[in-house]
Structures are given as C-alpha cells and as structure tokens.
C-alpha cells in the first residue's frame, strides 16, 4: 500500500519545537523529492518546504525560513520537519508529499498555545 505516515505532532507553548516525521512505504521513497505543507482552519492549504531526492537543496516559504529544517534520511524512507521558534500563526494540519508518484501523508494537528 503506498502511504506516506506523519508523526510527532502535538501541543507545544509559543517558542518551543517539535520536530514532524513522515515515513513512507509502498514506494521507492528515495526516488522522489518531497514537501511539508500546512492548513489552518479556515485557510488554503500553504506549501512550507522542499527537499531534493538527495538531500542536498532546500527551499523554505518566507513564513518560516529560518525557524523550520527540512531533512530526509533516505535509509529510513523519512523525511522530517524540525520547527523551532513556534508561534501561534504556526497552528495547522501538517501534511507531508511526495512529488513523484504524488502521495499525501493524512495530516497531523500541531497546536502551538501557551
């Protein structure tokens, strides 16, 4: 079955982190690029960040450079979303997505409140 699984999601006080996993089975993970995306209530779902099949290039949206990391350990068929600095604006469904076949994970609550 060809699925992408998020983990580590959950509730955390403004200015801490979480770091998301998002392993994949089904298909050759290694193979294909991948993304975080979000989706607040009420909101479009936004793209967060790309990695490249090796690992080696990352892309960031403006809204979280330099607090997010995406990273991906192709051994483990993983791809991570570290998130530092957590701000309220930062509540939202966490999806992960694979590009190529396009896959989606089913999304993960994180609920940034003090």
């Known amino acids: 079955q060809v699925q992408l699984v998020e983990s580590g999601g959950g509730l955390v006080q403004p200015g801490g982190s979480l770091r998301l996993s998002c392993v994949a089975s089904?298909?050759?993970?290694?193979?294909?690029?991948a993304n975080w995306y979000r989706q607040a209530p009420g909101k479009e779902r936004e793209w967060l960040a790309f990695?490249?099949?090796?690992?080696?290039?990352?892309d960031y949206a403006d809204s979280v450079k330099g607090r997010f990391t995406i990273s991906r350990d192709n051994s483990k068929d993983t791809v991570y979303l570290q998130m530092d600095s957590l701000i309220s604006g930062d509540t939202a469904v966490y999806y992960c997505?694979?590009?190529?076949?396009?896959?989606w994970g089913q999304g993960i609550q994180v609920t940034v409140s003090s």
């Open positions: 997505n694979a590009v190529s076949p396009s896959v």
């Open positions: 990695i490249t099949i090796s690992g080696d290039n990352t």
């Open positions: 089904g298909f050759f993970f290694k193979w294909t690029a």
